[in-house]
């Protein structure tokens, strides 16, 4: 082979091999060259599937789209859904996607944060308005309904406090109403639940925690279930520029290999601590929705029947000395403000998540000083209640408030 240097610049094609890669190759190209513009316009028209830049899309977002399409149950009748740069961009399409200014929102009083603060500060400001009501009391989302509203959006097991909404009563409402229910599925994921079979119209994950499992990527997926909604969801994407990078849906593809492997086993972990934790001294309270003292349990096992994750909340007796006693003293525990990681981690939303929030409102959701949030993970569960334990008791022998 012969070059003249010269061409340096001129780029090669990829070496030919009749044997295929067996991982995806990342394909980092943000343009794709086609043969001539008749071809580009068979590209255009759907005639031939072609990549063409990389915002509108790219080999490593359709194979985790299709997986993800694939574990919620969209069919191909149905459309595909959109994989997009993170968690809030999908939730951020799936408004700009399907709103029109006047429309109303009525929301989840307990979604994750920045949701909260999307729709209730900075919505208003484009002309759109949001009522939060309580989705584990369907007459209280029923009253904030308006003539202008236009959907419905809640998660199913609430952050941090692991409450689990009245999916069966909101989807009947939603339906009677001729409302569009969106399901932010991150929490409990499609091998718990898939809000699509219970008739949700929209689907949004944040692939970032249990789905890529590994806190090293950042990704979101929103879809509907009709091919029209998926194509606004599709435009609205591209449009206000959305895309999600190669290397993160790489991350993720290979994150999902062991998806149900992990889930399986953090949901384990996450049964046998929440009852080891309820029998510590140093510990005021355990949330977890397969324990019968949950303030949900019954619905949890109608809805989620088993499959009640791996999120474990509890509360230490003792205020922000006990709280930082403990987390100081459960050293190979990460104190880190995400979920869904392979390891353990910790989380303290007096001072991450809900430090927004009044001490009177934190009070009437029953997050106080001691409240700790625990996202389990695969590791050896006897390590891991052995470390936890041994932190508890460390933290109560401190003592002080
Ligand atoms: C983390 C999270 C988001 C936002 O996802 P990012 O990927 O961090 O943008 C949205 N909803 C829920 C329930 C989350 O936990």
New binding site residues.
């Given amino acids: 082979m012969t070059y003249d240097p010269r061409s340096l610049v001129r780029r090669t094609r990829n070496p030919a091999s009749v044997s295929q890669p067996v991982s995806s190759p990342i394909q980092t190209s943000v343009v794709y060259r086609s043969t001539d513009a008749d071809e580009l316009d068979a590209q255009y028209e759907g005639r031939l599937q072609g990549y063409t830049y990389s915002r509108e899309g790219h080999p490593n977002a359709t194979i985790v789209g299709e997986k993800i399409d694939w574990l919620e149950g969209l069919t191909e009748a149905d459309g595909k859904g959109t994989i997009t740069s993170?968690?809030?961009?999908a939730?951020s399409t799936m408004l700009l996607a399907l709103l029109n200014r006047g429309d109303h929102i009525v929301a989840g009083d307990q979604?994750?944060g920045?949701?909260l603060r999307l729709m209730t500060q900075d919505l208003p400001r484009l002309g759109f308005e949001c009522t939060l009501a309580d989705p584990t009391d369907v007459a209280a989302i029923k009253a904030a309904i308006r003539p202008e509203t236009k959907m419905i959006v809640v998660?199913v097991v609430s952050?941090p406090t692991l409450r689990v909404a009245d999916m069966a009563g909101i989807a009947a409402l939603a339906r009677a109403r001729g409302l569009m229910l969106v399901v932010?599925n991150?929490?409990t994921t499609p091998r718990a639940w898939r809000p699509f079979d219970h008739g949700a119209d929209i689907v949004?994950h944040?692939?970032?925690?249990l789905l890529a499992g590994h806190s090293d990527a950042?990704?979101?997926y929103v879809a509907a279930k009709t091919p029209e909604h998926n194509k606004a969801l599709y435009d609205a994407a591209v449009t206000w520029g959305f895309a999600p990078s190669p290397f993160d849906c790489w991350l993720t593809e290979r994150g999902l290999t062991t998806f149900d492997l992990r889930y399986d086993r953090a949901e384990a972990n996450a049964a046998a601590l929440a009852d080891a934790l309820a029998d510590m001294p140093g510990v005021a309270r355990v949330l977890y929705p397969g324990r019968a003292d949950h303030p949900d349990h019954n619905r949890a096992g109608d809805l989620l029947k088993g499959r009640n994750g791996n999120m474990v909340s509890f509360t230490l007796k003792g205020g922000r000395k006990t709280v930082n006693t403990f987390l100081r003293a459960a050293e190979h525990i990460a104190f880190a403000p995400?979920?869904g990681d392979v390891g353990t981690t910790l989380s303290h939303p007096a001072s991450s998540s809900h430090r927004g929030l009044s001490e009177e409102r934190r009070a009437a959701l029953g997050i106080t000083e001691g409240f700790i949030r625990t996202s389990v993970g695969v590791e050896d569960v006897d390590m891991l209640i052995h470390e936890i334990a041994s932190a508890v008791e460390q933290s109560t022998k401190a003592g002080g408030a």
């Fill in positions: 993170s968690g809030m961009a939730v979604l994750y920045r949701s998660e952050n932010d991150t929490f949004i944040s692939l970032t925690k950042m990704l979101g995400t979920l």
